[in-house]
């Protein structure tokens, strides 16, 4: 244990640990003594600490703690906060920490159970403030007056509802605050509300919040009746999320949904060994490739020389495209159709690129001082066969990289599954088959 | 162009143009055909198409309109997001946007210019509702009515400020809604107010905001002076931009600043030309490394063929473990202290998979069909040198990767910099060096 800890640990023991001490030390803390640290807090300071927790380590603290704690502490969250919690448990945990809850929450938590967890009505809160448009500005703010002693958390707008339910329009306390009393409701309320379906899943969600400056969406199911609210901090969870799941599978691994850290060797192991056994595979059939040119390396050692520069170099461009695309795609930016313009795109790219590291190559073993000893007598044929093969692996992995996206999305899989990883062992192959076939063309009569 | 772009010309032509079918049809028009889009458009309908716009996309719109239409569409916009549309300009067009404003408007985003556009003061908005402390809620109540008509867009909070406008408290629009008339702005404020320095930047922002789930903070200077308030929605489009760069820097490039499919040819080639170029200049060295086992190679072509397997399997493993690592600091999970924790799981880690896949490779090579014809009759030394070699390529890889992100961090770079190519090619040199000697070791006397 570091000494942050110990320190940590010498604080708690004199009574004097601070709110931020603990958070300091938190990511090296057993559950047990997070709850211990927990317990030295003010109430308002372990409920901000517990607060700001993910989902998971809620959990692990609610079934670590004595029923009384884990009942106070999980009335300070939000119903789709508390879906998480229950969500984040063993499924047989799942029925300790309902009981917990009273009858109003327990319903609202087990609705929202329903939902995927990552769909518009898995993320909403099923608690918000409604209003009827025939009310008066006055009878509006006395109604609501009375209902926010019921809810805990922060209402941003209120919303205006038929009696079927069905979302008529939005205002805001300000816009309540604001108005004269002669007016209604229906005087003051917005009618152009931006909602989301339920259905609806959080990737699509938050491109909704990017473009409209909305602080919550309300979610209505077909019929245009209110389910809940979805507010914009969920969403900025939710980015990181997804980006943190992107980027570790254009890394090569599963996403981990976990901190690094938090995720027990096994696992990490487990989650990775999948691709990289995958990939090594794949990359056995470069073994095979190669022994179909064992006679040539045996005629032309030298060539052998240049085998990892080439593969490398189609590596490198298809994994810059891959990635390139993949992030796009996510962001919403290249979307299916535009398959056609990215190609393009890619070919001039590609082909620009391999033309300058080409040239280097070309370079490279033009004037490398010892190149007649290196290379032999034929080394100016050595160079042209590299600078060529460099130029069509670099476009091949340019065109791959960009277009593997595309077809896994097509194919209804994640694009992000195209990773640096996967891209590079798809262009060594064909990289191999490129710098043997120039070899061939070039050599022939003289090296081969 | 494609066929939705003719079909939105169509559409124009007979003015039946809507908000959805041009929001469509952006990303493939010109600056000039979204222009005549807008024009076609409601004033409602215009507003709400580029408050959604990106910065830059703004930029465009605003220089290319009539100096009317500029000033008023630069109206809709509150002073920080002003302040980028100014930035994302060309210096000599700066002044002419500038412009366009009001005096007061003019005088906040000039303020705001001084700013690094990723600081928090660089996010903020300089205008909010401000109160006194000894205000009753009646006189807060009018007070706020007549601050309101003069501002534009949604105010969350209101923030309490003495006479030299330190911060003292924060209160809610419902609050003071609910709030018995008898009472005074002090008597119902919060105290205990999140706050960000002026300097903070926008990724440690953004973790205040995960952290806790408020709609908006305030940004205060040294001595607690209120400056300005960040709200969560430009938080949304921090995380998004921040997650791009990271992705597309692991991906071996540069961070493109701009939609993939709206940043020029060359622009695109250049951003990319400069790490594949830094990278093949790096390959480059694999070939020297070869020359010096050249001998090793004409003795025994064999080991040529599992060249592209060991050093691509490090590679992967590499790659995996950077951008774990990477993501984990950019989220906060990991810092620079927990080197070592990180290096012992990598080591465990990284043997593992070693392990696995060496395993894989020797049963490859002892089980291959035709092992004796093409591996010959030392098959059995071969197959322990591949696997041995595995094992130590993919520990190499990982623990290359994994603490690279550390190096960078500490000398004082983005991490994110330690790209999947960038570790490819450290540990393809690396991975030669350790295949060859397990082949010197190994098969000494026999085939070398």
Redo the contacts between chains.
Sequence with gaps: M?A?TSAWRGAAASQLVRADELKDAW?VLSVEERLEGLRLLTW?EAE?LI??LSAREQTEILLAASPQEARAWLRLLPPDDVADVVQAAELEERGRLLQLLDDTARHEVVALLAYAEDDAGGLMNPRYARLRPEMSVDEA?SY??RQ?REHAG???YVYVLDAEQKLLGVI???D???ATTDKTVRDIMHT?VVTAAEEMDQEAL?QL???????AIPVVDRRGVMKGVV???D???V??EE??E???K????EA?DA???QVG?AE??RK??V???V???G??L??TA??YY?HE??RA??L??????I???G???G??A???????MA?G??RL??WW??MR?EI??GL??GL??GA??LL?VLLWPTREE?YGEHYVLIAWTVSFSVVGV?LWGALAGSMLPFVLRKLGFDPASAS??FV??LV?VTG?VIYFSFATLLLSGTLL
Tied chains: 1, 2.
């Design positions: 570091s942050e990511a308002s901000e607060r700001g703010t609501l007056r926010a922060t209402l941003h805001t306390f300000r309540l605050l604001m152009d938050s919040f990017a473009e409209h400056d909305y602080i507010t914009v901090d969403i900025v969870d980015v990181q980006a943190t992107d980027i570790q254009i890394g090569g691994t981990l901190p690094y850290l060797l990490i192991v990775r060994a691709w990289l056994t990939l090594f595979l990359q056995l470069t073994a190669m022994s064992e390396i045996a050692v030298v052998a020389l240049f085998i990892p520069l593969i490398s170099s590596g490198n461009a994994s810059q891959s990635t390139l695309v993949i992030r796009a962001v930016e290249v159709r535009d313009r990215v795109r001039a790219a620009l690129l300058l590291l280097i190559g490279r290196d670099v640096a990883p590079a062992t060594d191999l």
